[in-house]
């Protein structure tokens, strides 16, 4: 069964700062893997999607790694801002599980403080 | 609209009373997800369909729960008999394919609360 671990749970930084979040799982039987974030009281919005045979993406101040063999993403925000406080959530497309249903990790709450 | 639509945003209801969800995907998108969060967890599966085959409900929590998807567009998840522990943040997602490469957008959610 796939299992998707986000660290750290809470991230608190001063604005302007680069910043990493991280993502594992257990499953290399992947499809991809993409980021989200998710606003208080929203729904989710992607951020990057990375295929199972690329090695990262980026967007903008975002980019987010893939090392499928070691079950390991980063998403690296750069030049921190305070729009940016939310929580990102990481998730796998998994070539096992029926429909490749996302699994996602329980989450980064970053918060960016002017 | 563009992205996938979900209504009510917002649902109070009593214990025991029935609620319906909707969910309308991103026209042409042939696969569609329901996902749970409650308070402080993570996202859990609730049930995928695909075009016209048959729906894995594998992810739904007990028979009380139950969804159908019309014409392969518009879904509605139908909670019979509402209880407490049900209260939630239910999520609607879309991909143009189902198996594979596809991206998955999600909706706005649907807020659930029982009293």
Do not use: M
């Amino acid at each position: 069964k796939q299992e998707v671990t986000q660290i750290p749970a809470a991230l608190s930084v001063p604005e302007g700062e680069n910043l990493v979040l991280n993502c594992s799982f257990t499953d290399s039987a992947i499809y991809n893997l993409q980021w989200f974030r998710q606003d208080p009281g929203k729904g989710l919005t992607s951020l990057l999607l990375i295929q199972s045979s690329q090695r990262e993406q980026t967007s903008g101040r975002l980019n987010a790694s893939l090392d499928k063999s070691s079950g390991r993403s980063t998403l690296y925000i750069a030049a921190s801002q305070p729009g940016d406080s939310a929580t990102y959530l990481c998730a796998v497309r998994g070539r096992e599980t029926s429909g490749s249903r996302l699994t996602f990790g329980e989450g980064t709450q970053l918060t960016v403080n002017p | 609209g563009a992205g996938v639509s979900q209504s009510p945003s917002n649902k109070v209801t009593e214990k025991g009373k029935d609620v319906e969800l909707r969910c309308d995907p991103i026209s042409g998108h042939t696969a569609l997800y329901w996902y749970r969060q409650s308070l402080g967890q993570g996202l859990e599966f609730l049930i995928y369909f695909q075009g016209n085959s048959a729906p894995d409900k594998s992810g739904l929590p007990s028979d009380r729960f139950s969804a159908e998807r019309t014409g392969g567009s518009v879904s509605t998840l139908t909670i019979q008999r509402t209880q407490q522990e049900d209260s939630a943040v239910y999520l609607c997602a879309s991909s143009l394919l189902a198996e594979g490469t596809g991206e998955l957008f999600f909706g706005e959610g649907s807020r659930l609360t029982v009293l």
